[in-house]
Each structure stands twice: as C-alpha cells, then as structure tokens.
C-alpha cells in the first residue's frame, strides 16, 4: 500500500478540501451545498488528482504510465476522497448542525415548484407528486450517500481524462539493432 501513497494523500487533500467548500458553500455564502455550486468544486479534485498521478507515474512508473494504471490510480484518488468527503459531511450534520439537510429540501422543492408546469408538461402529474415525495423523504444518510456518488461519478470521468493525458509507455528496444 505505500505505492499509492502519493494517491491517498492526494484524495485526502482533496476530500478535505471538498468538505471546507461545502461548510463554505453553506454558512458563508448561504447557499445550497448540493446544488449548482458544487460543480465550481470539480477542478479542485482534477487538479489535485493530476498531481498526484503525475508524482505515482514519476515515482513509482519512473515515468511511464499505461492508460490502465493511470485509470487505476485514479479510480483510487477518487474512492478516498469521495468518501472521505462524504463522511465529513455525514459526521458534521450528525455531531455538529444537521439544519443543512431541511435546507436542501427546501431549495429543491423550491425549485420543483418554480418549474412546476414545465415538469408537468414533460413528465407528467404523476411524476411531479412523486419528486416532490422523494425530496420530503430525503435526510442525511441519504444526502451524504448521493453526495458520494455524485462525487465518484465526477471523479471517474476526471480519472478518465488523466489517465489519457499522462499515460506513456516504456520504449521498446528492439534487439536487432545489436
């Protein structure tokens, strides 16, 4: 395990740093941590995973690096941090103020009722009833959980696009040059 050191210390920066967004996202700038904001968060993680998959494929690759084991490594970088991530923010809202979960329901029903007829129109009266019983069931256990998946699914993407920008592969030396 200390190969991917290099990783692990990366995702958890980046975790950290995801759960400062999201105290800041709410308390200071009082919006909804779940909502469009959290995008604005997605370089954080790509450039912190870009470093560190750079430092494993100087370190560990000696400079090379397939596109598998870059995935790889990134698929790594991405399970820590966003789980790191997520329980931070399972374990602040329930420890310290879970007054963030009413929030986002609140915002999303908001939401939901602003654009309640093109819902509607498209989906059905049916499927509007039905979104807006989802958002009223909502609470933290399944707050954090969808924010860890939306994290992962952003990270593999990341991881994706990282693995084919530092991939190399080791030279080839042909024999019959001898």
Do not use: C
């Not at 995801?18 to 779940?34: E, I, K």
């Not at 995935?71 to 399972?90: D, E, P």
């Not at 329930?94 to 609140?106: A, E």
């Not at 999303?108 to 059905?124: D, F, H, P």
């Amino acid at each position: 395990m200390n190969r991917y050191i290099t990783i692990i210390n990366g995702a958890s920066l980046a975790g950290a740093i995801a759960f400062g967004l999201f105290l800041t996202s709410y308390h200071v700038l009082s919006l909804n941590p779940f909502g469009a904001i959290k995008f604005f968060g997605l370089a954080v993680p790509a450039l912190l995973m870009y470093n560190a998959v750079k430092k494993y494929k100087e370190i560990e690759g000696e400079g090379f690096l397939t596109y598998g084991k870059g995935f790889m490594t990134g698929v790594i970088f991405t399970f820590v941090y966003a789980s790191l991530s997520a329980m931070l923010v399972y374990l602040y809202g329930l420890i310290v103020d879970g007054s963030f979960v009413q929030f986002f329901i609140d915002d999303n029903l908001r939401s939901l009722g602003e654009a309640k007829e093109q819902i509607i129109s498209l989906m059905g009266e049916d499927s509007y009833k039905e979104m807006i019983g989802e958002f009223q069931n909502f609470d933290l256990a399944s707050l954090a959980l969808g924010d860890f998946q939306s994290k992962t699914m952003g990270g593999f993407i990341i991881a994706l696009i990282v693995a084919a920008i530092l991939k190399q592969k080791p030279p080839i030396f042909d024999s019959a040059d001898e």
